[in-house]
């Protein structure tokens, strides 16, 4: 058991990695539009530049732009695997 916590752990820490780059990209993108972003965690401000960068994608293209989805896809699948990873160590320890 103890393996494959530790493999949940590495693809955990992955996917916080790709969120992390990907929260970039979007801070960035959002400044190359002259709108003052800057990338931090704290207080959940991702979440306000990640809802006004769909605005922005949407309003220009007429869908949300790929960053969007890419942040939710990782954002969801390392919560997902953080709370299947806790389960199952409480579980088998």
Request: hydrophobic letters at 55%; aromatic letters at 16%.
């Amino acid at each position: 058991m103890n393996d494959l916590l530790i493999v949940l752990g590495i693809i955990i820490f992955a996917l916080i990695i790709w969120n992390l780059s990907i929260s970039i990209k979007i801070s960035n993108e959002l400044k190359k539009r002259n709108i003052k972003a800057n990338i931090a965690y704290r207080r959940g401000l991702i979440f306000k530049y990640l809802k006004l960068y769909k605005e922005i994608t949407v309003e220009e293209t007429g869908k949300a732009g790929q960053l969007y989805f890419w942040f939710l896809i990782s954002f969801y699948s390392y919560f997902t695997l953080l709370i299947i990873a806790i389960i199952l160590s409480a579980l088998f320890n």
